[in-house]
């Protein structure tokens, strides 16, 4: 936590110089008409931005510097940020452990999802990940549901009833002020949802099989009004990261190892995460 802390002050640090550099070119280029000087300015902030195309990106850490103090908080600021980074980094960098771990112990999804690639590729030419390449590997984003049906990396949350709240399922009531614990691996887990529960199996989420599933059968990323903003960015980086590593290493199971669970505020192993890769 600490060293998150330190990254995001530093993170913080380097925006703040940035929205900073930005602000005096513009000032510079309203104010000098003398050619040579607006070059400078033009040159300094090009240099703030380090971005290879030149163009300036307004990221979320940056929109919420400039509201600083004014409509929110400097303090709720910060709050926003750390909360972005503690709930991005280690979510998905579990899914993408238990991801290898389950394409280790199953080589026909792993050849399966091979096969996609290798036709998307074909078709666009190029073995470039793009939005278009991404959005039609179908398979491989699959493999991402099921993973996170397995091995949701948040598998609890809590909530607080508002107001009283009738259980559909039951008589209950859940009386307005009581928090509620809710699983979501557990839930992940009923085989009247998923049939042999344990088993690895991407196709359950194909169009055909999740026609039929209530939506509130499936979710890894919460659901409702608090459910996880990162969801669409966590899917790219995940099908991203996948799909490079399918397409460059056969990947095999470590026989030695098998993974020793620790259920804290996310689902772990206490032995780390151990796989062989073969360089296709
Ligand atoms: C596989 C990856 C991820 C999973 C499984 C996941 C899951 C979740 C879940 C279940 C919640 C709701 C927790 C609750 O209701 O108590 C949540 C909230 C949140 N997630 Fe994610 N997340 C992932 C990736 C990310 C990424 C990449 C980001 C940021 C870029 C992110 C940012 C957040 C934030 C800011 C919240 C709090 C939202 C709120 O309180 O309104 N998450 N996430």
Redesign the pocket.
Known sequence: MTLCKHIYLQIVEQRKELLRARAESSWKKENFKDENRMEAANDAASEADADPNGKQFNTFIDALLQESGKSISHQSVLDEML??LV??ID??AI?LQFALYFLAKNPLVQEKALRELQNIFDAAGSTAVTPDTLQRMQYVEMIVYET?RMH???FF???EAGVDTPLVSSDLVVPAGATVIMS?RTLHMDPKLYPDPHMFDPERFSSANSAERHPFAY????AGM??????K??MM??KTTICKVIWNFQILPDETYEPELLWGLSMVTANGMRIKLLKR
């Open positions: 909360t972005f709930s991005g979510t998905s899914t996170l949701p990396p948040v949350f809590l909530k979501q979710i890894p990323f919460s608090r459910a996880c903003p990162g969801r960015f966590a980086s995940l």
